[in-house]
């Protein structure tokens, strides 16, 4: 079973940048998509970004495109969510989920990490 721990989050000004990651533990866990979704207070979760296992291909939530960068580097099972010009909209926790190719829903999520913008 793969888990997975984010790390990164915390409070930066309106306009900054931030990286998540989200390191993943068992040794398949480069064969997952690996997912980033957040959710503000009082909102529900909302899909931002995911990536396949090999990197190639990325999808990206609704009118997200272009505010996040999502990558990953599989010799460290380890995804990075970049985040550009933040707004403060985009106060929120950030979980990092996984599931393999064909599933259709993800199946292991991390803890989730905050992060806070400040205007």
């Known amino acids: 079973q793969v888990q997975l721990v984010e790390s990164g989050g915390g409070l930066v000004q309106a306009g900054g940048s931030l990286r998540l990651s989200c390191a993943a533990s068992g040794r398949t866990a480069s064969s997952y998509t690996m997912g980033w979704f957040r959710q503000a207070p009082g909102k529900e979760r909302e899909f931002v970004v995911a990536?396949?296992?090999?990197?190639?291909?990325?999808y990206y939530g609704d009118s997200l495109e272009g505010r996040f960068t999502i990558s990953r580097d599989n010799p460290k099972n380890t995804v990075y969510l970049q985040m550009n010009s933040r707004k403060r909209e985009s106060t929120a926790v950030y979980y990092c989920?996984?599931?393999?190719?064909?599933?259709?829903?993800?199946?292991?999520w991390g803890q989730g990490t905050h992060v806070t913008v400040a205007s």
């Open positions: 989920a996984a599931r393999t190719a064909f599933a259709a829903r993800y199946g292991v």
């Open positions: 990536i396949t296992s090999s990197g190639v291909s990325t």
